[in-house]
């Protein structure tokens, strides 16, 4: 399983420009393929879902044209019914294709087949083909009554009078229905039956429709008369707005990481209903501010938002942002009217309130509505992303709890917005992290205690981890290099640092663990690749507010790659040796020079050339050799690089 690692934030601020909204995109490119003319489309969305549509209008006879890699495309409209008289199309989890497909084919009087990814064919269909049924259409459901695949042949058409829909699954039926009906030149009413849900949706098919000439008669949202005689025709040039659901992540990371965070493609004049998203985070209390083609958000004045308790049936996929942004909300949140939920890419409801559990918030999940209350501490976690791309991006705000975050499979967001951790990762800030690697006493650890004083930071000794899982097999008569139970020890290590020392259980084992023999068996469990991994969490989990100095011989390789300044700290092996004699005769202990080089120079040898995470000077880390060096001269000179 692919995953992605998001290191905990420390805040959020910048500017993003947002993909394309693809209500927008695929709406366009449908409306183009039948309107007579060409139109030039600025600004596609480039995405999974968009590609499907694009691959199918192709398939169906519509030529298009994109300007060498820009997202700027030309259509060449069909003037009505498509001309291809048969195609097998697949459409992914592509919802906005699937449905207005379907009505447009079924309209087109040929033989299609339709069919998706495995979820497509468990999201329903019933509602849009019952309607497309009453004017004649013949559809057949090839699997489940109900659902995709379906198989449509050419019939008799009937159109005129009333047409009904029901309008409380999705509301990308009504939109299907709305955007095919010009197809038969005969005024059509169509009638909403039941509640119409995610309202705004059936704003942007009814604005488009107009931008290529058939404007729809509304009956506030029950009945929509398409006239007779309607044709599309092309604008000639439309813009595609951003992605107002897309632009929630970055609102909400603004709000929630301090801010100002500027989404730029969508603002007060968007015809996208999840702009409201922004209203609804100003009721969380940030601080919003709009233009005409941008938002930006802000925390609150009191720095955490505010719990809320919300209608969000007008802003299903925005609000699953509210969702994850409600852990970091000061009491319990409640989402409601949200049923759609469980028919899209996946059941989100359940989807939700799985993954927030992992993050330690408790999650109470009705038929149509989800309770969040945060814990006191966010959780790191795993979390998986059910091929659904909103799980993703919305889990990636979690980060900013000083969180780590393994996003699943994240490529999901392909479906929608295949840049969205690099544009993520451009308005974030990543908790910072000093590496320290080097020798055995090289003065690696008393440099780094010194830096993290001076900063503030907290503090990493890696070594004294190796060293503790050596004592422990020291005790618990396990030899260095017996692998799987070593690497056990490890896993379950009891150790504590608390004023200085360090503990394995209750016992105060800061000298044990320097003793020779530790030293020796340190270096031997710290071939171990078994015991590597056990602790390489461990060591990541001192990632925090407001930021760590790590030391030891991988922090730059492999515990923390991401490190925003390395350091490589060394000193020639006799100097090395000196140091450790004088240490040791201070304390009163017996030392031999001779002894002590030997030991320096073999542990170093196996440090270096082990085949797991050797020690090693990196390309990106700073040199410093200390051997003329006191430790005050070698904490200046890493506080200076830091600060530079
Ligand atoms: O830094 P130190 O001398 O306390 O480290 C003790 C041993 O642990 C050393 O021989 C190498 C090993 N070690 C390691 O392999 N990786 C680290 N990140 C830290 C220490």
Redesign the pocket.
């Known amino acids: 399983m692919e995953f992605l690692d998001l290191p905990p934030l420390l805040g959020a601020s910048g500017c993003v420009r947002l993909p394309g909204s693809k209500s927008i995109s695929n709406r366009t490119l449908l409306l183009a393929a039948l309107a007579e003319g060409e139109t030039d489309i600025r600004d596609l969305l480039a995405s999974d879902d968009v590609e499907r549509m694009l691959e199918a209008l192709q398939a169906l006879g519509v030529e298009w044209s994109r300007d060498g890699e820009s997202d700027n495309y030309r259509v060449r409209g069909v003037g009505g019914p498509f001309p291809v008289k048969a195609a097998d199309l697949f459409l992914g989890n592509a919802g906005t294709a699937f449905r207005p497909l379907t009505a447009a084919l079924a309209l087109s009087g040929g033989e299609y087949r339709l069919s998706g990814v495995a979820r497509m064919h468990e999201r329903p269909i019933g509602d849009l083909v019952d309607g497309l049924r009453e004017i004649g259409a013949d559809i057949t459901y090839v699997g489940n009554e109900g659902f995709p695949p379906l198989h449509i042949r050419p019939a008799a058409i009937r159109p005129g009078g009333v047409v009904r829909v029901r309008g409380d699954v999705s509301s990308q039926f009504l939109t299907a229905l709305l955007m095919a009906l010009p197809l038969t030149g005969v005024e059509t009413t169509v009638e909403v039956v039941g509640e119409l849900i995610s309202k705004p949706y059936i704003g942007i098919t009814l604005d488009l429709m107009a931008r290529f000439g058939v404007v729809v008669a509304r009956e506030g949202w029950q009945r929509f008369t398409v006239p007779g005689n309607a044709r599309y025709r092309s604008p000639g040039v439309v813009f595609v707005e951003g992605d107002a659901s897309s632009a929630s992540y970055f609102l909400a990371a603004g709000a929630i990481g301090g801010g100002p965070l500027r989404v730029e493609g969508v603002g007060r004049s968007s015809i996208q209903g999840d702009v409201r998203f922004a209203e609804a985070l100003e009721q969380l209390g940030a601080r919003i501010e709009m233009g005409d083609n941008w938002i930006e958000a802000r925390a609150p004045d009191g720095g955490r938002l505010k719990a809320f308790d919300l209608d969000l049936n007008h802003i299903p996929d925005a609000a699953m942002t509210l969702a994850v942004a409600a852990l970091f909300a000061d009491g319990p949140c409640r989402l409601r009217n949200i049923a759609s939920w469980r028919v899209k890419e996946t059941d989100r409801i359940a989807a939700m309130a799985n993954e927030l559990r992992k993050v330690g918030a408790t999650v109470e999940e009705g038929p149509d509505y989800l309770c969040v209350t945060a814990p006191a501490r966010l959780v790191p976690a795993a979390i998986d992303t059910y091929d659904d791309h909103r799980m993703a991006m919305c889990f990636s705000l979690a980060a900013l709890g000083d969180c780590r975050v393994r996003i699943n499979d994240p490529k999901c967001v392909n479906k929608t917005f295949p840049t969205y951790f690099e544009r993520f990762a451009e308005v974030t800030r990543p908790v910072p992290v000093i590496a320290i690697?080097g020798p055995?006493?090289s003065g690696?650890?008393t440099v780094a205690a010194r830096v993290a004083e001076a900063l503030g930071y907290h503090c990493l000794?890696?070594?004294?981890?190796?060293?503790l899982v050596a004592l422990a097999a020291m005790r618990a008569g396990v030899s260095f290099d017996d692998e799987p139970d070593v690497a056990v020890l490890a896993g379950s290590l009891p150790a504590r640092f608390a004023e200085g020392r360090v503990f394995l259980g209750d016992e105060d084992v800061t000298e044990a663990i320097r003793t020779e023999e530790a030293?020796v068996g340190?270096?031997k469990v710290?071939v171990l690749a078994e015991v590597?991994a056990a602790l390489l969490d461990r060591?990541r989990e001192y990632r925090h507010a407001p930021g760590l100095v790590a030391?030891?011989?991988?922090?730059g390789s492999v515990?923390f790659p991401d490190a925003g300044t390395k350091f490589f700290l060394t000193a020639t092996a006799q100097a090395r040796a000196e140091r450790r004699y004088k240490q040791l005769i201070e304390k009163g202990m017996a030392a031999n020079m001779e002894s002590l080089l030997k030991d320096l120079q073999d542990?170093d040898a196996?440090?270096a050339a082990r085949p797991v995470?050797p020690?090693q000077k990196l390309p990106d880390a700073v040199l410093l050799d200390t051997t003329e060096m006191d430790v005050e001269q070698a904490v200046g000179f890493v506080l200076d690089r830091v600060r530079s």
């Open positions: 690697d055995s006493a690696k650890g000794d890696s070594g004294s981890l190796y060293r030293s340190a270096s710290a590597r060591q030391e030891g011989r991988d922090i515990i542990r196996r440090d995470a020690l």
